[in-house]
T-cell receptor, first 113, second 112 residues
Framework: QQQVKQSPQSLIVQKGGISIINCAYENTAFDYFPWYQQFPGKGPALLIAIRPDVSEKKEGRFTISFNKSAKQFSLHIMDSQPGDSATYFCAASMDNQGGKLIFGQGTELSVKP | SQTIHQWPATLVQPVGSPLSLECTVEGTSNPNLYWYRQAAGRGLQLLFYSIGIDQISSEVPQNLSASRPQDRQFILSSKKLLLSDSGFYLC???????????FGPGTRLTVT
């Protein structure tokens, strides 16, 4: 019930295309859902996050869509660029866990020029 | 602004040797601190978290231990390394009552 399931494991997108990564969770007590971007050999960087009281959040080319009833959320990268090639992780947290994050297994995105 | 440091950046250690990885945070006080391990370039596994000095919780039983001797310092240790301890070790922090968690640059540990 503590798991966050992420798909696909890897994704290849052409430059200018839309990259979509999906995550699903079981525990309805989760109330914070961030996405992290990680380049090889670097620590993950917080990209964008959403709370369950909104269905969508957009920051530049990155959008989180959140479906509370389906217990799913997704990251959309519009106009994908080669510089977006990285591993993306979704995560979830709940207030009574002291800020601990439960991570998905990651998606390796490759954007081809 | 806040900065998180980890050292060393890379480490190669023989099986059975001790380990000490250090993490420090600058520009904030009383942060929550976390140690994660990432194997094979994928999923992050939470190892330890700390809400204050000498207040450390372990998430999984393992060959590792953690200590927090100062407010902004978090140390990951082992008395005897195993091959399975190889991986990318990440330290992270967040403010109390805040969800936003920030990661350090990581330490690549190879046990030979």
């Amino acid at each position: 019930q503590q798991q966050v399931k992420q798909s696909p494991q890897s994704l290849i997108v052409q430059k200018g295309g839309i990259s979509i990564i999906n995550c699903a969770y079981e525990n309805t007590a989760f109330d914070y859902f961030p996405w992290y971007q990680q380049f090889p050999g670097k620590g993950p960087a917080l990209l964008i996050a959403i709370r369950p009281d909104v269905s969508e959040k957009k920051e530049g080319r990155f959008t989180i869509s959140f479906n509370k009833s389906a217990k799913q959320f997704s990251l959309h990268i519009m106009d994908s660029q080669p510089g977006d090639s990285a591993t993306y992780f979704c995560a979830a947290s709940m207030d009574n866990q002291g800020g601990k994050l439960i991570f998905g297994q990651g998606t390796e995105l490759s954007v081809k020029p | 602004s806040q900065t998180i440091h980890q050292w060393p950046a890379t480490l190669v250690q023989p099986v059975g040797s001790p380990l000490s990885l250090e993490c420090t945070v600058e520009g904030t006080s009383n942060p929550n601190l976390y140690w994660y391990r990432q194997a094979a370039g994928r999923g992050l596994q939470l190892l330890f978290y700390s809400i204050g000095i000498d207040q450390i919780s372990s998430e999984v039983p393992q060959n590792l231990s953690a200590s927090r001797p100062q407010d902004r310092q978090f140390i990951l240790s082992s008395k005897k390394l195993l091959l399975s301890d190889s991986g990318f070790y990440l330290c992270a922090w967040n403010r109390d009552f805040s969800y936003e968690q920030y990661f350090g640059p990581g330490t690549r540990l190879t046990v030979t």
